[in-house]
Structures are given as C-alpha cells and as structure tokens.
C-alpha cells in the first residue's frame, strides 16, 4: 500500500549518500555516530533496504555487507577522483557558492566531469540494486546529478533528494558553469527537500529562469511527471542526546571539565567543524574586544572552542585554520595567566559524550556561522540541557534560527550587535535563561529526527503517486 505513512508497510527504501553510515573498527563496522544514521538504520531495516555510498578509503573495492541488519553497498572512489569530485568540485566550488560565496569557488572542467562521472557510478549502483517501485533518497550537494540519471535508467522508482546545506538566490547560483546540469539533475526527483523554506524558493526561481519550467503552490512540471519542492528542516535524537546527558559518567565528566577550567564564572563554548562558514573568527575577535574593554573578565569568563579538523587538503581550509590558531595565540598571549588560559582551544575530534559532557559544563554557547543549512550543534547544546539552564546565542543566518527563537539571536557580521549578544547572554538573568531554555527544548523534543525522516519519506510517498 504505497499510500500508507506506517514505515512497516513501505516498499523498500535505498539511501544513497557520499560516505556510508559506518566506521572501520578492529573487527569489522559498526555505525557511525550521529542522528541521522541512528533515524534512517531503523527504516531501512524494517523495509529490506541498503545504503549506497563510499567507505571513506579511495580505492576500497569492497564487497557489499551487513551491519545491524541493514544491507550496505559500497562505492569505490578512486584517490583522484577524491581529489576532484570531492576536495575540488563538492568543496572547492559547490560548497563556498552554496554558502554565499563566503569564498571564491575553483571551476575547473576536470573537476566537473569527475563529479558527473562519480555521480554516474552512484546512478548505475542505484538502478542495478532497486527494488522494482522502491523508494531513492539521495542526499546532499555530492550527488545532485544522480536523480536525473537514475530516472532516464529507472522510471518506476519514487526518487527524493534532501539537501542537508543551503540552496542559494538565483544571483549566486547562476555563476556557475553547469547550472542548467545541476537543476537538470535534480528535477529528476519526485521531491526535493531543503532545510528553510528559502532554500525551496530559491531552487524554483533558479529552475523557471534557467530551463523556464513551469512551477505552481511548490510543484514544478515536467513533460512526464512532476517535482515537488519543499522544505523539511533537519533535527537530532532529541532523547539520546538527553539519556547520555543524564549519565552518571557525564555528570561527574561536566564537573571535572569546570574544576579544570579554574571554576570561572561563565563557560562559554564553540563547537564546530573548522570550516569558514562558521564564524569562529569573527566569535574570537568579539570575544577579545570584550576582554580588552574589561566588560568581561579573564579571572570569571573562558572561551572553550572545539574545531573539529575537516578538508584539511583544501586551500580555503588551511588558510581558515592559519587564521584561528594566529588569533587564539594573540587572545591568550594578551590575556591568559599561568595555568590559565582564556582560550582553550581543541583541533580535534572529540568523542561524543566528551562532546556531550562539555555542552552540560556550557553556561554560553555561540553558534555564529555566516550561513549554515541548520546546525545540529545549536540543537544538541539545549537537548544536553536536562539542568533547564543554559543559554544560547544564535546566528540568524543558521537553519536552526528559524525554530529556536528562544536563543538570543544575532548577525555575526555586525561584531557591536555580536558583543552585545554575548554580554546579553552573559549577564541574562536566571529566570530568563529557565524559560528560554524550556522554549527551545520543547521546541527540539516535538521536532526530531526521526520525524523529520517520517515527515519526508511521507511526502515522498505522496509525490510518487500518479496526480
Ligand atoms: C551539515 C550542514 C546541517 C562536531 N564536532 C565533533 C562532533 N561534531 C558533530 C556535532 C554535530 C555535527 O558534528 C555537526 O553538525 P552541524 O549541523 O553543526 O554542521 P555540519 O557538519 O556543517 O553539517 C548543517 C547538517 O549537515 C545536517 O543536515 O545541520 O547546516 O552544514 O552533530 O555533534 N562529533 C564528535 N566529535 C567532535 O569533535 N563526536
């Protein structure tokens, strides 16, 4: 019954990503962490489904397996093609223009016909494994072609892409080089999902002014079949996050992490990969300039950030990280004292109840990206908040800005408004802070991952019916 929403009584479901949903250990796989893979593992094993993707090691050529019950179909990518199709065209050229071309993208014609011939592998996986009438959800800005191709190989199969970043204004997009490929590509879908509703709105225009379609109420018409176009916006294991925050060994972590800190007064806390788009330059220097004017103090306030090491082949990158370490030297150079620094600073990838844990021992949390699709570490900090305290400092160009209107909300391109947003957090009294801590956790605990997943996969299902 294609019509049903129960998950048990679905055609079976392929997900197709870049990278698998597992990690290497020892003795074999098990499942990576993160709320993504722990919603779509579920489904796919109640619907007899596989997951399409990279190991992560170019040149794996490895033979289809099992991990939890749910059947995984590698892809090999070759160490060139790493370097085109993913550092080059995914990273260097979508990634800065899908994120206001935050920085200049590299276009480069060796690195496009990587990605479509990469991106042709993923189609030829998908149309030789589905199931006749199966369910295709693709995701994310590695694989924007595959829709495209595996409809021209597999009209009976219901394909929906999500694209996990933002989809930028006609003015930005139409820069690049295959733009017609791209919407081309995705307008193979059934459904495509974006995080905000903007994202829905620009990809439509960007479709009707480049291939001149016709689009109405979110559908775009195709000589067959048609596209609809919506927004799903992404969310976390509201209760896993919580469970592990509610561990005895998280406790007892949390207050360690503060007593090494010195006990100060305020633990403020950054999280994020070291990507650009993060805004953790712009973070430091409000962060120093509030120390320099004394309106915070380095014996009662630290900074604690976390910049987990990503793309480290791409230029942008290095320049990024040069950047952040120079500046951390200078603020703890200026204001640290013996055995007390003001920045601590982590290059590293923590494991996740330390990441869990240091979000508990998180008074202000700063999460100030210049754009983001979401930002599921904002989500993460409030549902790690079982204590109902805690505050959140926000930027207005996160995904997450649209649901979590109990943060402080902030342009981090203005540093006046972004100072004054973290000494607003900062000095926020404790019957503010309960409340809007409240605010955002029933707003996290009523929209989770898993309803995202649901809420997509029944949109899907209705798209694949014949209008
Ligand atoms: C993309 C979009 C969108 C971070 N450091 C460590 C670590 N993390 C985990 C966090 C969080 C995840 O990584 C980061 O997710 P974000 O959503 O914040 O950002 P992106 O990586 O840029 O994700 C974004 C997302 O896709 C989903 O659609 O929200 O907008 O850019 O879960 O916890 N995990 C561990 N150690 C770390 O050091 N274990």
């Known amino acids: 019954d294609s019509t049903s929403n129960d998950a048990s009584s679905r055609n079976p479901i392929v997900i197709a990503a870049n990278r698998l949903p597992v990690m290497r ?20 094993r109640e619907s007899g489904g596989t997951w399409v993707g990279w190991t992560g090691n170019s040149d794996d050529h490895v033979e289809p397996f099992h991990v939890d019950g749910v059947d995984l179909h590698p892809v090999p990518i070759s160490e060139e093609e790493i370097e085109l199709y993913y550092e080059g065209f995914s990273n ?12 200049d993208s590299t276009y480069d014609a060796a690195q496009w016909e990587a990605y479509r011939s990469v991106n042709e592998r993923f189609a030829v996986t998908l149309a030789n494994i589905a199931p006749t009438d199966a369910t295709v959800w693709i995701h994310d800005y590695q694989l924007q072609l595959v829709p495209g191709m595996l409809r021209e190989q597999r009209p009976d199969v219901t394909i929906g892409f999500f694209l996990h970043i933002p989809f930028p204004p006609y003015e930005l997009f139409s820069r690049l080089p295959w733009r017609e490929e791209i919407i081309t590509g995705l307008l193979g879908c059934d459904l495509v999902g974006f995080q905000r509703p903007k994202g829905a709105t620009n990809f439509i225009a960007c479709a009707q002014q480049l291939l001149g379609v ?13 596209t609809r176009v919506d927004s799903f916006p992404i969310s976390i294991d509201f209760g896993e996050v919580e469970e592990m925050a509610a561990g005895r060994a998280t406790r007892k972590r949390t207050s360690q992490i503060r007593a090494r800190l010195g006990d100060p007064e305020v633990i403020m806390l950054g999280v994020d990969r070291l990507d650009y788009t993060k805004g953790i330059g712009l973070r430091l220097q409000a962060f120093a300039q509030l120390l ?18 990503t793309r480290e082949a791409v230029e942008h990158y290095k320049d990024e990280r040069a950047q952040i370490e120079r500046l951390v030297g200078e603020i703890n150079g ?4 013996i055995g007390l620094p003001v920045v601590h600073y982590l290059y590293q990838t923590l494991p996740y109840d330390e990441l869990i844990a240091l979000y508990r021992a998180g008074d202000v949390m700063l999460v100030t990206p210049f754009r983001d699709g979401m930002n599921l570490v904002a989500k993460e900090y409030a549902a790690a908040h079982i204590d109902g305290d805690g505050v959140l400092v926000l930027s207005e160009f996160a995904g997450a800005a649209d649901e979590l209107t109990d943060a402080v909300l902030v342009n981090p ?7 004054d947003a973290i000494l607003q957090a900062v000095a926020m009294h404790r019957h503010e802070r309960r409340h809007r801590m409240a605010g955002l956790r029933d707003q996290i605990r009523k929209s989770d991952v898993q309803g995202w997943a649901d809420r997509f996969l029944t949109a899907l299902l209705h798209a694949g019916e014949a209008p």
């Open 214 to 226: 016709d689009a109405h109420d979110g559908i775009i018409e195709n000589a067959e079949y048609q």
């Open 25 to 44: 250990t020892d003795d074999g796989w098990a499942p990576s962490p993160g709320g993504l893979v722990r919603a779509l593992l579920p489904m796919l």
């Open 292 to 309: 320099e004017d004394g309106r915070l103090d380095p014996e009662r306030h630290v900074l604690v950030q976390v910049a987990t090491p």
């Open 92 to 103: 260097d050229a979508l990634w800065p223009l899908y994120h206001d071309a935050l920085r």
């Open 413 to 419: 391109h203005d540093n006046e408004a972004l100072q």
């Open 334 to 337: 200026r204001f640290s004292r």
